[in-house]
Every structure is written in structure tokens, then in C-alpha cells.
């Protein structure tokens, strides 16, 4: 079969403002699987341009694909425009089979297939096996309703879902498709050729506000060698020079991260890892956090989420303030860089508030920040603590984590915008991270600081335009929950957990490195 895989353009400004793109993950995961089950496969990723949607489904179309697939990473923000996507290829090409996959299009499937007629297929959960299966039963014209983890309209009109998808055991089962891309046009950190990769799906934590953790059900990893090896490939055979981790905690197993590690030691590859993971588990791993450095480890992104105790036991964080304090400080003493994320509006703050945060900040004293403000999904435990609070932004685009969509009763939008924006350039511009971004010994931290320091300030000023010219907020907007619907935490896990079997014993890194050699 003919298979087109959509990465829509996506209009959250991180995604418009630098000038690196980093490829669709998501979609060369389901793209390798289909190539190797013998269909054709191409993907058009529309972020670069952005390309106009015209465009977009000119190219998708022009091979007459038998299916057409969409998913985007950011899917709630970027639903609006995956449904024009849909509708402008049906209005073009009726028969064209359209499948829909992703975080929130696995949520809100009654809602889609019910408001449009857009997409047959709704993918919930990992969609490897799932879209292989389902690209099957169409092309052998079986039922639908035999293949697990999927959504589609009945002869009634209905939606309906089949039952869950199990979740994928063996994580190296299933390939990336690499050959999609060009790696030539895909970059970060300043320029470097970068891909997204994932040694692990899920988190075992019970933080109550991630949309994250129950689609991915349970956490898994992949075989540390194998994923050591794939990244020492990528590095060989395309050049890449760093990798962008997409997991939620890629550390949770101590063993394995470790046996990861010292695999990538012994590839002895010039390749910088960045991430994100919790600061427990930094401080868990002090006596090898030298390891870390040396296997190309820059940046952590920590998600300490908020410095207030009472508001961290709101939302389950199960971290504390000492040891994100701890963390940044165990990362700099080994040459790695901290992000540390900063979110706003769990609770109805006020400026007393917001300077108890920012003075905390400034005490954790990180090299970089990302202030955010909190969205809240369907699926997560926190919908239903916010249920009843009102939405003041009504448009779907902009639930992207970098607009406040909340509205809280001691603090206006203005207010709480250029608090946020205020803090943002205090702790960015305080003396010490003035004095790193200048004179850091390492260059390479040097080029990362500034690099994430120049584009930090094109998204500062583009957040503070948009705020004040293009972003429209609503008074008297509905309830969370008269926007969104009802609370689906008792659903929150998308798929049903396979156990994966028993890992054989691995080859020390070191021992299996020399005897390849």
C-alpha cells in the first residue's frame, strides 16, 4: 500500500522562533514498522516553512496514497490544524483512508469521530503494531473491529472503540524509520545534526497533572547496548551529533541507565545526549554522575514543576525542594548543565506568591529556566481537582504550556503574564548566569548557553507581542470541564500492560565494544 505519514507545521512559538527542527519521532516509529511489513512510505514534514496547508496536501496527495497518517507530538495544540489538514484531503480525495494518532486524539476519540468525519481511524496508544495490523485488515478487507486499539465510526454512524491495545514488551522490536528523513535539514542546539530518540516509555511516577504517563501505562526501556549502538550508527552513518531524548525519565532503572552509559563510553562517539528526568533520581546517582559527563550527557531538563512544598504534594510530584537544590548542584559539579521548568497557576497564586518562587529559583540558582503555565488534560487526575475553574483561552492552539489557559481570581492575565515574563529575565540575567554564558570554561557549555540565551530572547519578545496584539483571552469562559467534558482519569491508562520478558544476562559494554573490534 501507498502510505503518506503528516507532521503537521505547528503554531506553538517554539516550534516557529528557532531555526532548528528536530524530525517527527512519533511518526518515523510507526513509519519503520509499515516499510518493513512491505508498504510504500513517505513522510512530509510541514514544520519546515512552515509549508501553507495547500501546499501540504498538494504533496501528500501527489503519489495518490491509498492511506494518509497524522500525528503530531504536540497533539493537543496542534489538533486544530491536523482537522484542517484531514479536511482539506477529503474534500480533495475522498476515498483517501485518513488515520489519526497521538496523545490526545486517544483521549478525545468520541469527541473527534463525533464533531467530524474527517478521519476513519482513530490509533490509541503505541501505534507500531497497532497501524501495522489496522493497514492490514483494510487491505484484506477484514473487519475493523478485530484489530485492537483503534476508533472508527460503526454502520450507524457511531464511535466506537475496539478493546485496548496491549502494550508493546520488547521496545527493540520495532525500528525507526531513519530512511524517511534527510538528516541534512534536521538540527539543534545551535546547528549540530540532532535527531529525538527513546530509550524508555512511561514513568512510574504519580505526578497528577502529566498527560504523559498514562498513555504510556508503564514504564520500559530499551536494551541499553542496542540503543548505545543505534545512537554510534546514527553518528557513523549520518553524522548526527546529538540526540534529543523524547523520554518522560529515562533513569528510573539505575542498571540500566548505567549499562546504557558505559555502552556509549565504549562506542566512543563525539555525540551530546539532552534530556529531561526527575532530581531525585540525579541525586540518587551522585557516585555516577562522572559517567554521565563522559558519555556525552550536556543538559537535564528537571521537571521540578514548582518551588512551593504544599503546591508539589498538590500535584504528586513525589520530588522536594532540597533535592532539586541538590540536583543542580551535583550537575554542575560534573560539567552538566540544568533546565530547570517553573510552572505557574496549579493553585490561585498571588505576587506574594510568585516572589516566594522566584526568590526559591534563584536559591536553586540553574543555568537555564522554561517557565510554563499549567494545562490541564482530560485524562489526568489534576482535570478533575480544576474541573470548575474557568478557561480563559478558548483556542486549542495555544494549550501549549506557554499560554496561561486558566483563569485565577488574585491575579489578572496581565498580572500574571509580566510576573512570569519578569522572572523569567531576572533569574536569566542575574550576574552569575551572565558570568557563565561569558566565561564558562568548557566551550561547548559556552555555545550551549548562548544559544539558548539567543533564542530564549526571540521567544521572550515574541511571548510578550503575542500577549499584547495577537493572543485573544475570553472573560466569563466556561468551566474546564464545560470545555473539554468530563473527567476521564479512570481511563487514564490508554493501553493494557504486557509484561516484558525476562531480559538474557547483558555482555558487559567494555567486553562486547573489543570483541566487535
Known sequence: ???????????????????????????????????????????????????????????????????????????????????????????????????????????????????????????????????????????????????????????????????????????????VGWELIDHRRYSYWGGKRAVVMQFSRGCPHLCNYCGQRGFWTRWRHRDPVKFAKEIAWLHRQHGVELINLADENPTVSKKAWRAFLEAMIAEDVPVLIVGSTRADDIVRDADMLHLYRKAGVIRWLLGMENTDEQTLQLIRKGGSTSSDREAIRLLRRHGILSMATWVAGFEDEGFRDLWRGFRQLIAYDPDQIQALYVTPHRWTPFFRIARDRRVIQRDARLWDYKHQVLHMSRLKPWMLFFSVKL???????????????????????????????????????????????????????????????????????????????????????????????
Not at 489538533?79 to 484542517?84: E, K, Q, S, V
Not at 480533495?92 to 496523545?103: D, F, H, N, Q
Not at 540565551?453 to 503575542?466: A, I, K, L, S, Y
Request: charged residues 20%; aromatic residues 8%.
Open 1 to 175: 500500500m501507498n502510505i503518506v505519514l503528516i507532521n503537521p507545521p505547528h503554531t506553538a512559538i517554539g516550534s516557529r522562533v528557532p531555526d532548528d527542527h528536530l524530525p517527527p519521532l512519533g511518526l518515523l516509529a510507526i513509519g519503520g514498522p509499515l516499510i518493513d511489513a512491505g508498504h510504500e512510505v513517505r513522510l512530509v514534514d510541514a514544520e519546515f516553512g512552515p509549508m501553507p496547508l495547500a501546499s501540504v496536501v498538494a504533496e501528500a496527495l501527489k503519489d495518490c496514497p491509498d492511506f494518509v497518517l497524522i500525528g503530531h507530538s504536540g497533539s493537543t495544540s496542534a489538533h486544530p490544524t491536523a482537522l484542517l489538514i484531514a479536511g482539506m484531503i477529503k474534500a480533495r480525495e475522498p476515498a483517501t483512508i485518513i488515520l489519526y494518532g497521538g496523545v490526545f486524539p486517544t483521549y478525545h476519540w468520541r469527541d473527534i469521530l463525533a464533531e467530524t468525519a474527517v478521519f476513519d481511524f482513530i490509533v490509541r496508544g503505541e501505534g507500531e503494531a497497532t497501524v501495522v495490523a489496522l493497514v492490514e485488515a483494510v487491505e484484506m478487507r477484514q473487519p475493523p473491529a478485530s484489530v485492537a486499539g483503534i476508533a472508527y465510526r460503526d454502520d450507524l454512524n457511531r464511535p466506537i472503540a475496539t478493546q485496548a491495545a496491549m502494550t508493546i514488551a520488547d521496545l527493540d522490536a520495532y525500528r
Open 423 to 517: 522572572i523569567e529575565l531576572a533569574v536569566q540575567s542575574r550576574p552569575k548566569a551572565l558570568a557563565r554564558i561569558l566565561f564558562h570554561p568548557d566551550p561547548e557549555q559556552r555555545h550551549s548557553m548562548r544559544w539558548y540565551t539567543n533564542m530564549g530572547r526571540r521567544v521572550w519578545f515574541r511571548e510578550v507581542w503575542g500577549f499584547l496584539v495577537t493572543d485573544r483571552r475570553v472573560k466569563g469562559g466556561p468551566t474546564l470541564a464545560e470545555f473539554w467534558g468530563a473527567p476521564q482519569d479512570a481511563e487514564e491508562e490508554s493501553m493494557i500492560f504486557q509484561r516484558p520478558a525476562k531480559r538474557p544476562a547483558t555482555v558487559p559494554a567494555v567486553v562486547l565494544h573489543a570483541a566487535l573490534e
